[in-house]
Each structure stands twice: as structure tokens, then as C-alpha cells.
T-cell receptor, first 116, second 109 residues
Framework: NAGVTQTPKFQVLKTGQSMTLQCAQD?????MYWYRQDPGMGLRLIYY???????DKGEVPNGYNVSRLNKREFSLRLESAAPSQTSVYFC???????????????FGPGTRLLVL | QKEVEQNSGPLSVPEGAIASLNCTYS??????FFWYRQYSGKSPELIMS????GDKEDGRFTAQLNKASQYVSLLIRDSQPSDSATYLC?????????FGSGTRLQVQP
């Protein structure tokens, strides 16, 4: 039981390049989330998926797209990377759907992205 | 005004003392509250959750919630050097978690 896994662990991109961050969970969770964490700003929600086949924007969705490939996998794509997207990206999952307010979120180990 | 506010710290306490971490939130409709611990370079891990007014204890940790004052706190008793980390307060106002920027705790041996 690996929990939430993310690949890659670290990536360097040049401005304008594209890439996809992968996330998978093996806990049979319904909801999955993508956050970015910048120094002094805490975690900010980019996109989330309350169930397979649905996605919704979070606080900072501009410059990103997501795909809920199946119940296990939720990917985050940067179509044209910018230096402002340099950050640590965390994927998380929870059992409930978006209406369940008491659900605990479990986090993956993170992807450190540097955009030059 | 940020939705979830925390003092960034660092909060420095001696080993064995009580560490008190505070958090205020702006959305009165929030119904669930969480404390996460994050070691440097690691991902957040859940310590406590609290949903109703009052205190909730789990080992050395006590979470306190006052919805009227829109205030959540975390007390760590008998603080240990291994408690040194950043503590993130998270609030669920109805859709997804909103995080504070975290308080860095340093426990001095």
C-alpha cells in the first residue's frame, strides 16, 4: 500500500516547455487534489476532482490543466511553463466527495519544479 | 484579508514546555478544521481534526475550536525536538481545504 505517489520528484524546465505531473493513489479514494506550495504562502489549491470524470478549478488554476484519467490517477499539465510556476506541487486524495466536509486529505511526497 | 491566518513564527520553546499555535479564519460557514505538520522538505501529514466547539485531545496534542471567535488552536504538551516543524492550519468552508501559511515551531533541547 503506497498511498499517494507522484512523479517526477524533481524537474527543471525552460520557459515555454510543457510537462505533465503524474499522481496516483491506491486507497480507493474518490477525491483528488493538486496544490502548489510557495515560501510564505502555504498550500494553494490548483484543481480538484470530486469523483472520476469531474474536475473543478481551485484558487490558482491559470496556466494549468488536469485530467482525471481513472479513479486512481490525476495528472497536472503545464502547457507553456513560466518562471512564476516554479514551486513545489503536492497531490492529495480523500475518500469522500466534495460535499463531505470532514474528510481527511492524504498527501503525496511532492514534485519540485524549477522553471528557468 | 487572508481566509486563514497564522503567525509565521518561528515560535521557539524549550524542550518539555507547552507550545501554543494559533489560527484564525474568515468564513463563518466553515465546519471542519485540521492541523497538519510538515517537516522541511516533506509533505504535510494530519495531526488533528476538530469539528465542534471545545477541546479535543490526542496524546500530547490538544486542538481547541471557538467558532464564535473564528479561532482554532493547537497545544503541544511536553514539546520534543522532534516536534520542530511547520504546522499548517486548514479550514474547510464547504468545497475544499483552505490552508494558512503555517507557523514554524522550534523546540530547543
Amino acid at each position: 500500500n503506497a498511498g499517494v505517489t507522484q512523479t517526477p520528484k524533481f524537474q527543471v524546465l525552460k520557459t515555454g516547455q510543457s510537462m505533465t505531473l503524474q499522481c496516483a493513489q491506491d486507497m480507493n479514494h474518490n477525491s483528488m487534489y493538486w496544490y502548489r506550495q510557495d515560501p510564505g504562502m502555504g498550500l494553494r489549491l490548483i484543481y480538484y476532482s470530486a469523483s472520476e470524470g469531474t474536475t473543478d478549478k481551485g484558487e490558482v488554476p491559470n496556466g494549468y490543466n488536469v485530467s482525471r484519467l481513472n479513479k486512481r490517477e490525476f495528472s497536472l499539465r503545464l502547457e507553456s511553463a513560466a518562471p512564476s510556476q516554479t514551486s513545489v506541487y503536492f497531490c492529495a486524495s480523500s475518500y469522500g466527495t466534495s460535499g463531505d466536509l470532514q474528510e481527511t486529505q492524504y498527501f503525496g511526497p511532492g514534485t519540485r519544479l524549477l522553471v528557468l | 484579508q487572508k481566509e486563514v491566518e497564522q503567525n509565521s513564527g518561528p515560535l521557539s520553546v524549550p524542550e518539555g514546555a507547552i507550545a501554543s499555535l494559533n489560527c484564525t479564519y474568515s468564513d463563518r460557514g466553515s465546519q471542519s478544521f485540521f492541523w497538519y505538520r510538515q517537516y522541511s522538505g516533506k509533505s504535510p501529514e494530519l495531526i488533528m481534526s476538530i469539528y465542534s466547539n471545545g477541546d479535543k485531545e490526542d496524546g500530547r496534542f490538544t486542538a481547541q475550536l471557538n467558532k464564535a471567535s473564528q479561532y482554532v488552536s493547537l497545544l503541544i504538551r511536553d514539546s520534543q525536538p522532534s516536534d520542530s516543524a511547520t504546522y499548517l492550519c486548514a479550514v474547510n468552508p464547504g468545497r475544499a481545504l483552505t490552508f494558512g501559511s503555517g507557523t514554524r515551531l522550534q523546540v530547543q533541547p
